[in-house]
Structures are given as C-alpha cells and as structure tokens.
C-alpha cells in the first residue's frame, strides 16, 4: 500500500523541530529517523499521521563523542551501521556493539538510528536491553528544555517512552565500563534478522573466581525490557560455577511476566529466558578478566 | 487533514543515475515509486513495498537503501544509483556478468536488489568469505534460486572487479 497524505516537514536544529512539533502538539504529528520502523506503518495505513517532522536534516544529532571519563555519548540521529563499524563503540561498548548485528539486516541498519530504536520502544528490539542493562542514560529535549532521562524510567509500555509528543530523543550516554568487566548479548530469535523472542544482555565482574557484580536485562518477556534485579543480588560474592548461574536463570525466569503472541506462549518464553540468561552469564564471565591484577579489558 | 502546505507537491532535485532531474513531488511519494514512475527507470522493482524483499534497494549517497521507506523528498539534493547505471556503454557490470554466469537469477525478480546490495558491500569488502557474502546480503530475499547461486556469483565478481 501507498501512504496517506501527511504535511512533511524538515527542521534544520533541534530548536527549529522542537518548535515545529510544540505548534503541532495537537495535531498527530510523528518524528521521522531512520523510517525503518515508522515507514512500513505508514505504507501499510497502520500509522496515519497528519505531520512527519524529518529529523534527517539535523546535523548535530549524529555524532558519536568519547568523553574523558571512557563512556560514550552518541546521537540519536547516528545510524546503527555506523556505530556497528565504530571502533570507539567496540572498546568502549561492547555490549552494544554486539547486539547491533542482530538488528534486522545490513540495508536496515544503514538507515536505522540507535534514537528510532529505543524510541520506538518495540518490547522485543535489541537497543532498549543493552540502554538498560548498562543504566544508559537518555538526553531528551522539549520546550522546557533539556532534561535527562535515566534509561530505568524511559520505557513506559508497549511502543511508548517517557518521550513526550513535543519533545526529541537527542542523545544516549553510556557510562564508562567496569575494568576487566564481561558482557554477552544472547538471543532466541526465528531467524537471522528478526526480532527476538527472547533476547538476554548480562555483564560480569570477577574477582578470584567470585562474582563481584552482574548485570542482567531481558527483552521480549514483559512489555518493557526488564532488570533482574534480585537475581542479579543473589549473585553477588558466589562462585562463578554453572550451578550458581543456572539457579540466577531460574529466579530471572520465574520474575518475568511474558505476554503470549505467534511466536511463543508465556510458558515457552519463560523456559527460554531460563536457558538464554544462563548462557549470558557463562559468556559474559568467560569474558571477564579477573580483577587484583591488570585492569582494562 | 493538515492545514499547512507541505502536503502539496514539493520542488525536489536528486541526480539519479547521474543524471539531474528536478520535479515536483507529494511528500507521500515513495522513492521507489518516484523511480518507477515519476521518472520511468522500471529497472528497480518493487515487492513487499514494507522493508522486507529488497527488491526496492537502489545507492543513495554511497548507502544501500531499501527504497519503499524513504520518501522521495528525502533524497532531495542526493546522489541516487539504481540498477540501470550498472552497465556502462552496453558493458555488463562484472556483478551482472557473474550473476548471468552462474545462474543467480531465475524470475530476475530480486536481481536489481541483489546487485545493489553486492555493490556495496563488495565496495566495502573486496575479498569476501561465503560466510560474509551471506551476512552482507541478508537484507535481500529470493524466491528462486536458493541463494548458493547468488553467493557463488558475487564470490566470482569479487575475484573480477579486484582485478
Ligand atoms: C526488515 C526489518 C527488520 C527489522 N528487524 C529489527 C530487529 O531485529 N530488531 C530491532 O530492534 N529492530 C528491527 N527493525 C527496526 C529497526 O531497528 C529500526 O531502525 C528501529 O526500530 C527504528 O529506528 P529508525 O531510526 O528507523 O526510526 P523511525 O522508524 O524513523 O521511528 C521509529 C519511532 O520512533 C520515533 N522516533 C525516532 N527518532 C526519534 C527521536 N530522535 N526522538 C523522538 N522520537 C523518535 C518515531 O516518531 C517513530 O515513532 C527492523 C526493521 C525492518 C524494516
Ligand atoms: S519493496 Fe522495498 S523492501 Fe520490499
Ligand atoms: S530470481 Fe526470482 S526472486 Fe530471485
């Protein structure tokens, strides 16, 4: 299918789009990024939007910084090819950059951003699990002015953000990596391409053979990627051994609260949110280089 | 319905194909419809017009891009390659002779996708594995051939094209 007729509209600054979608605020207005989402529903009528406010034409919202204290802080505009490709994001963020190729296929990428991706906050999206799991933080920006947003209150439902209808998603910053610390992106999908069905992000952190710290964030189980929090309590101080990560897996299953759809039921996703959880922890901790000697990964 | 103007045909400048053409455009026209029929270059097909085949992928500024999710009047003031500038002075494209060479093709379908795709990866990496090759196509679907062809084809041309 064709488009339904909409006014388009290209700002040249944020100021210029954030004044743009405040006099529209009211009139079913929709960013438009990288259209790797938002363009199917309009082809296919499911999104009708009267306004798309084209972001594509603002230079300043497609950087990629490394600030000083070894996190990263990048646009929202910056296309997941480009990060995928960056050698910054690779040291600095491997989490990330190991999730980026399991984002639909190269041709998305190339025109998909990591802003459209948690923007539009699809419970099974790969971005919105790593931006939990590493407590990014999320720069917003309205009328009001600029506000930051940690990435624990971003995601609100199914496809909806703490993103109002007149402000723009312009930054993610993700804090510095722990020295020596391991992470694993692992998921359950029905090919190459698609979204997840389950998708896990784990970080480890060893000392002598212990856990000092772990990190563990779902997607695809709940509407809004979830942390397992008290799964990743329990495995504070114990040894890392596969019984210990296999009991971590079952309490971060029996946490979660999967909704039914095509491609599993609750029970089917709880299982495999089970099995994937503890193949993160392995890998993030193999990954992991135990600390007391030399720092950095 | 919107009051504001941009709902009217726009003025929009792309050069496709090297050549510049200037027209008045609806902001909903896709850019692959604006090809096909605003400018009448049928070689760039269109499937599932929602992102899926990429039977709709053309170059736009150096990127492969699947066609039917950008607008037209996104590509104003760019550089667009489609599958009809592939050959040059009715040469084929070392891609478009590997893929005639080793059966990539069947219905031809999926092929202007295919070789704009190729194009660009190979540009990226000229000397592929077969495990890249897949990798680097999986934005494009075939219905025919069951890809091995495809993936020997590009192979082939890589081994041209680094000549
Ligand atoms: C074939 C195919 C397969 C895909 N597979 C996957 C997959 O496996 N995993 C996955 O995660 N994604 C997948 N996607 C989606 C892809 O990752 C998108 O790039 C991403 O979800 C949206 O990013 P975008 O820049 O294209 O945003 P758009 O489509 O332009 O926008 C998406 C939504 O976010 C809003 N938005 C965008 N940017 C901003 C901003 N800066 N501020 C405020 N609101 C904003 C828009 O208004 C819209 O509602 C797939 C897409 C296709 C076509
Ligand atoms: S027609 Fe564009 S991807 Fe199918
Ligand atoms: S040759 Fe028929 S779809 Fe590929």
């Known amino acids: 299918m064709k488009p339904a007729p909409f006014c388009y509209h290209a700002p040249a600054s944020v100021a210029e789009a954030i004044s743009l979608l405040r006099d529209l605020r009211d009139e079913d207005a929709k960013v438009l990024a990288g259209g790797q989402s938002l363009m199917p529903m309009v082809n296919m009528r499911l999104a009708r939007p009267a306004h798309l406010v084209d972001i594509n034409g603002i230079d300043d919202l497609a950087h990629i910084s490394c600030p000083d204290d070894g996190g990263l802080a990048i646009g929202a505009l910056t296309r997941q090819r480009r990060l995928e490709r960056s050698a910054e994001v690779a040291r600095r963020a491997p989490l990330l950059a190991e999730a980026l190729p399991l984002i639909g296929d190269r041709l998305v990428r190339s025109r998909g951003t990591i802003g459209g991706s948690l923007a539009h906050a699809d419970p099974t999206a790969e971005l919105p699990v790593v931006a939990v799991a590493l407590d990014a933080e999320i720069g917003v920006v309205g009328p009001q002015g600029a506000r930051p947003v940690p990435s624990s209150q971003f995601f609100v439902s199914v496809l909806t953000t703490a993103v109002e209808v007149d402000e723009l998603l312009v930054e993610v910053r993700l804090p510095p990596a722990t020295p020596g610390e391991g992470y694993a992106f692992v998921e359950l999908a029905r090919q190459h391409g698609a979204f997840a069905i389950v998708a896990v992000a784990a970080s480890v952190a060893l000392d002598d053979g212990h856990i000092r710290e772990a990190r563990i964030a779902l997607g695809g189980v709940a509407p809004i990627p979830v942390r397992a929090w008290e799964a990743e309590e329990a495995l504070r101080g114990q040894p890392f051994i596969p019984e210990t990560l296999a009991r971590a897996a079952e309490m971060t299953a029996a946490a979660t609260d999967p909704m039914p759809d095509v491609h599993g039921s609750p029970e089917y996703r709880r299982a495999m949110a089970a099995v994937h959880t503890r193949r993160a922890l392995q890998l993030a901790g193999d990954r992991a280089t135990s600390t007391g000697g030399a720092a950095g990964a | ?163």
Do not use: W
């Open chain 2, 1 to 163: 319905m919107p009051n504001g103007l941009p709902i009217m045909p726009m003025p929009v400048a792309m050069r496709v194909d090297g050549h510049l053409y200037e027209r008045a455009v609806e902001p909903r026209r896709l850019l692959c419809d604006y090809i096909r029929q605003d400018l009448g270059l049928t070689g760039t097909h269109v499937g599932c017009e929602h992102g899926i085949c990429g039977a709709c992928t053309v170059i736009v500024n150096g990127e492969a891009v699947k066609s039917c999710l950008m607008l037209a009047v996104q590509a104003r003031g760019a550089d667009v390659q489609t599958v009809e500038a592939l050959a040059q002075n009715g040469q084929l494209h070392p891609l478009q002779e590997a893929f005639a060479e080793h059966h990539a093709l069947q219905c031809g379908f999926c092929t202007p996708g295919m070789l704009m795709a190729a194009l660009t990866f190979l540009n990226e990496n000229s000397d592929p594995t077969d495990e890249q090759i897949k990798l680097g196509m999986d934005g494009n679907l075939c219905r025919c051939t069951g890809y091995y062809n495809i993936v020997d084809a590009i192979r082939a041309a890589a081994r041209m094209m680094r000549v």
